[in-house]
Structure formats: C-alpha cells, structure tokens
C-alpha cells in the first residue's frame, strides 16, 4: 500500500513569509506527527495528533508553528513569518500504534526540505 | 529533560560486525527504538526493545539494559547498502512521540 506522502518535497521561500506543508499519512493510522531534522542531527520532535485532536504540541517552537489536521487524516504544518532558523526537514510520520514487539513504529515521508532566504 | 549519546561516527568493511552504542536519560521510558536513515532518506523502522535482553531480526539485532539506560545495536554481515545513519529513539508509552538521539553515521567500506 502506499506510504507517507508529503508535498511539497522542497519549498524556498524569503523570510517573513508564510509557508504550509502537507502530509498525507498511511491511510487507518490514527497518530500522526511532524518533526524537524536540521543537518547531521537527529529529527527533533514539533507536534502529534491523535485523530483530529492535538495530543502534544510541545515541542512547536514558538508561536508561528502550527498544525491541523481536521478530518483525522491529512495534516497541514503551517509557519508564519519565516526566519533562516526554520531551515530544515520537515518529516511526517504516522503510527497505528501496535505495542506487540515493534512499539510505536513509526513510517516517515520522504519529507519537506524548507529553505528560508 | 531528555538527552541521548551515540557515537557520532562508525567505519567497519564488509562482512565484518559493529555495535552502535545508544546511553539515555529520560523520565517516562518506556522503550527504545532504532531507525535507519539513508542519506536524502527518510528514517525507517529497525528494532524495539522494550524489555532487557537482545533481540534478533535477521542481520541486526538489539539490546537493551533499563538499569543501566543503556543499549546498542548490532550489525552483523555488514554490506555497503548499510553505510547510513542510525539513530536510537525513546518513547513513552502508546502513542507517545519519539525522541531522537544525534546519530551515528555508519561507513561500510569494500
């Protein structure tokens, strides 16, 4: 079956600006999440939904980060006011959850490479 | 808070074995997770282990010792297609979001 899909796969765009980002996860997994992945580091957690509900926003930076995901299954990341610092990868994944000897595996998009000039 | 330490970088040749070791503190542990991510990749699912003790998928396996938060991942056979980053990840339970380790980049040499 198909996977993650996020679109775009690259976005420039000039500071101040606002950008959104789209993910598409497997079709049934109820848990969806973003992370961030600078250069040589590891993803770094942004927000998890549970259905259409935000279960965990506390790893959005700040303020002009946000994120729905209205009807339980594609989500948009939405930033406001970009600055060079938001460069990065932006990784989806989404989870149905199993605990059975895989804990919560996750399957990641192949991502949104964001570039703030 | 919550940190994770791994080698920044491994080098081995083919056939041979390399253990990639993972140390963690963290509150609400409840297991650890190993993912693979191949240079302009996305990160794939490789091992969990929830409980101590060593657990075998094939050519890779993964161990786990909660007392000491510690554990590491082996890989046996290497062959080039290996040369990526590995990254160990705790997760609280159920649902709970991934926190990620800095890595480790892994070259497989002829």
């Known amino acids: 079956g198909a996977g993650v899909s996020q679109t775009p796969s690259n976005k420039v765009t000039e500071k101040g600006k606002y950008v959104e980002l789209r993910c598409d996860p497997i079709?049934?997994?109820?848990?969806l999440y973003w992370y961030r992945q600078s250069l040589g580091q590891g993803p770094e957690f942004l927000i998890y939904?549970?259905?259409?509900?935000?279960?965990?926003d506390s790893g959005l930076p700040n303020d002009r980060f946000f994120a729905v995901r209205p009807e339980g299954s594609v989500s948009t990341l939405k930033i406001q006011r970009t600055e060079r610092g938001d460069s990065a990868m932006y990784l989806c994944a989404s989870s149905q959850g199993r605990t059975s000897g895989r804990g919560n595996e996750q399957f990641f998009g192949p991502g949104t490479r964001l570039t703030v000039l | 808070g919550q940190s994770l330490e791994q080698p920044s970088e491994v080098t081995a040749v083919e056939g041979a074995i390399v253990q990639i070791n993972c140390t963690y503190q963290t509150s609400g542990f409840y297991g650890l997770s190993w993912y693979q991510q191949h240079d302009g990749g996305a990160p794939t699912f490789l091992s969990y282990n929830a409980l101590d003790g060593l657990e075998e998928t094939g050519r890779f396996s993964s161990f786990l010792s909660r007392s000491d938060s510690y554990g590491y991942l082996l890989l046996q056979e290497l062959q080039m297609k290996d040369s990526a980053s590995y990254f160990c990840a705790v997760s609280g339970r159920g649902f709970q979001k991934l926190v990620f380790g800095t890595g480790t980049r892994l070259l497989v040499s002829p």
């Open positions: 079709s049934g997994h109820t848990a």
């Open positions: 939904f549970q259905g259409t509900g935000a279960a965990d």
